[in-house]
């Protein structure tokens, strides 16, 4: 193989094999020239010495001259790089060079042979022998060089003398050069071959390299994503969960100082709704930066879903300075955002939360923290709330009931009591509503709201509500027993639980199973749930085809129209304790229970004034023309075993007052 036939097709190849092969005959030419000046100086001697000739001092100074000029032209090459940049050039000129080198030794056999002719053929043989070593990598100028040498000294031989020995030597040296003529094209072989080998090596190294970064890159952008927000730039959830660990298993044995920050974008929802997903998504981007801008170099804004965005600080003064920066956010997010030409008006609420202060691990920091953030929004907006230990005690008791609510369903721990409603005009008992109670071990009494929404984050409702339509489908069959056989029991439904199941086939079942007529059954829904009649127009539908009754909880405390009301053919109507309690000293309140009872005759309604406490408002609601009354003058809610004592006290003060 030579350098022609190394991957021709390969240009940039080639070109740095030949100056491989440029480079490396140029390298060894210094020497090669020093040495045949050498060898001219000794040879001129000898023959001068023999002949006293004028003409071998000319061929010296010739030869000198020449090789002299050939080193300062290579190295000037040299100088210039132009094996490098033109290297098949180079080559033409080193064999065109070594030819003309080559010719000017051939006078010496042809002229002097005579005097010395031995010592001419060694002197000769040995010069071209040098040379051709010398230039190895490159056969052409190698040859270019010793064939006019060896060809000049073969024919001095072959003119000098006819003798068998001298034609024998003739021949040796003929077969000698043909031998060192084969070995320099062979070695030239061996030199090309060894430079691919170099050459293929090192452009493997190069991809490799270059494959190697490019795998770093990506590896590194994936990762970029993977721990990106992508609407806000800032890191996410999972850059939020490793930090917390690794801060607490750090924190663990360092017993370095942690601080929470848990931020919601007030009224965030409403600007989604009512300005549309890109004004949401130019208010998030604007809180990021916000946020971004105003912390230090070791604090971890994140984006952590939706409107929730955290700070992580860590290490000394953490928690003073989380309280810096949350009072600073605060102010820089109460600057409106601009949009679209118009200005959102936006604000910020944050719980703080610190370990080891507050929280053992990151999920109790993280719940700390969650529950301050809490508290802020109710406070108000633009709040910032600092976690406690009062709130500790709150955290406790929303974690007891997170952890037992499920096994006190499952194992009949809850209670369910009844209060009576009164047919305020004769005393008689209509009805009763029923209502969760809940007594645990640790904790003690739990707030009926506090259930239900617990039973609402946990996935509970549908349990909830068929563990306390079950206690009264019983209760039913007792006030039947007890000859109350059209006293109607009212259940409570959180609206939400309308998305996740069917109301009216738990309900159906349950009625079916204790052989009670659904009419004997009221499903009690609050106003909140009508502001939005189409999720609830089905469910009611199915629950009054099914036969259940249907009332509108805490009237009056939210938005509902009178046409919803309308549309969805609604049995009663409860009007909220506040217009009712104390009604005979509040002339606003009796203004307001008087329309709604106008309202609900003309709409065919019943209504119920849930809250009566003393026999004034009583008196005065009776007057206003209301006929069922639910309260503590009547009666508590009360366990089952209580009620038929009740009923019976009830019923002998009910005769005795008529
Ligand atoms: P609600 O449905 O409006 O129930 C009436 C609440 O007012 C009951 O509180 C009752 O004990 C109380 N109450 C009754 N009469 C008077 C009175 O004269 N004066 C005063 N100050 N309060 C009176 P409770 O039992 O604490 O229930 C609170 C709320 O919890 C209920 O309000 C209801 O929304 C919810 N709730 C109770 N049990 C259940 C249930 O089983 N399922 C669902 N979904 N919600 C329930
Ligand atoms: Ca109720
Ligand atoms: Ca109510």
Redesign the pocket.
């Known amino acids: 193989m030579d350098a022609q036939s190394a991957r021709p097709e390969d240009h940039d190849h080639y070109a740095r094999l030949r100056a491989a092969q440029a480079e490396s005959v140029l390298g060894n030419i210094a020497l090669t020239l020093a040495s045949n000046i050498f060898v001219a100086l000794t040879t001129a001697g000898i023959i001068w010495s023999s002949t006293n000739g004028a003409s071998i001092l000319s061929w010296l100074a010739f030869v000198i001259s020449l090789s002299a000029a050939r080193f300062m032209v290579l190295e000037r090459i040299m100088r210039l790089g132009l094996h490098q940049t033109r290297p098949d050039a180079v080559l033409k000129f080193l064999t065109v060079a070594a030819l003309v080198s080559g010719v000017s030794w051939t006078p010496l056999p042809l002229l002097f042979a005579a005097s010395d002719g031995d010592y001419i053929v060694f002197v000769m043989a040995g010069t071209a022998t040098g040379a051709i070593i010398q230039s190895l990598p490159y056969w052409r100028s190698a040859i270019a060089f010793g064939a006019p040498v060896m060809g000049a000294t073969l024919l001095s031989m072959l003119i000098e003398s006819s003798t068998v020995s001298n034609y024998l030597l003739a021949l040796n040296v003929a077969l000698l050069t043909l031998m060192l003529f084969r070995a320099s094209v062979l070695s030239e072989r061996a030199f090309v071959r060894s430079q691919n080998v170099a050459m293929r090596t090192t452009q493997l190294a190069q991809s490799l390299a270059v494959a190697n970064t490019e795998i770093n890159e990506s590896s590194h952008r994936l990762e970029r994503l993977a721990n990106t927000d992508v609407l806000t730039g800032l890191a996410n959830r999972a850059v939020f969960n490793r930090r917390m660990e690794a801060l607490f298993y750090q924190g663990g044995r360092e017993r370095r100082e942690i601080a929470l920050l848990l931020i919601d974008l007030d009224k965030f929802k409403t600007i989604n709704d009512t300005r549309g997903h890109h004004a949401g998504d130019t208010v998030l981007k604007a809180a990021a930066t916000r946020l971004a801008a105003l912390c230090a170099s070791g604090d971890l804004p994140i984006r952590l879903g939706g409107d929730e965005f955290a700070v992580i600080l860590s290490g000394r003064s953490a928690a003073a300075r989380a309280d810096d920066l949350a009072r600073r956010f605060i102010d820089a997010a109460a600057e409106p955002v601009s949009f679209g030409g118009t200005e959102i008006p936006i604000g910020a609420s944050i719980g703080i939360a610190c370990a080891p202060d507050h929280a053992a691990d990151e999920d109790e920091l993280y719940a700390c923290a969650d529950l301050a953030l809490y508290c802020a929004k109710i406070e108000g907006r633009r709040r910032l709330k600092l976690f406690d230990s009062g709130l500790k005690g709150q955290l406790d008791y929303q974690r007891a009931i997170d952890r037992d609510l499920g096994a006190a369903l499952a194992q009949g721990g809850l209670d369910?009591?009844f209060?009576p409603q009164i047919d305020m005009t004769c005393g008689r008992v209509t009805g009763f509503?029923?209502?969760?109670?809940w007594w645990h071990p640790d904790i003690g009494a739990i707030?009926?709201?506090d259930?239900?929404s617990a039973?609402t984050k946990l996935q509970l409702?549908e349990r909830?509500?068929a563990y306390?339509a079950e206690c009264a489908c019983r209760f039913i069959r007792t006030l039947d027993r007890a000859g109350h056989a059209d006293a109607i029991v009212s259940?409570?439904?959180?609206p939400s639980?309308f998305d996740l199941y069917s109301p009216a086939l738990t309900l159906g079942e349950l009625a079916r199973r204790h052989g009670i007529n659904p009419n004997r059954i009221e499903v009690?829904i609050?106003e909140e749930a009508i502001l939005d009649p189409q999720k609830v127009e089905a469910a009611f539908f199915e629950l009054r085809r099914a036969g259940f009754r249907l009332a509108v909880?805490?009237f009056g405390m939210g938005h509902s129209s009178l046409a919803h009301l309308i549309s969805l053919k609604i049995d009663r109507l409860?009007v909220?304790?506040h217009f009712v309690?104390g009604i005979s000293a509040s002339a606003h309140n009796q203004a307001l229970v008087a329309a709604l009872v106008s309202v609900s005759r003309s709409l065919d309604m019943e209504l119920v004034v849930?809250?009566?406490?003393t026999t004034a408002d009583a008196e005065t609601l009776r007057a206003l023309g209301c006929r069922i009354g639910?309260?503590?003058?009547y009666g508590?809610?009360m366990p089952e075993a209580e009620v038929l004592t009740w009923l019976n006290r009830h019923h002998s003060r009910a005769r005795a007052v008529a």
Do not use: C, F
């Open positions: 369910v009591h209060q509503e029923a209502l969760v109670r707030s009926p709201p259930i239900v039973a409702s909830l509500t306390v259940v409570n439904m959180s639980e009690e609050t909880d805490d409860k909220d304790r309690t849930e809250g009566v406490e639910q309260g503590w003058l508590k809610a």
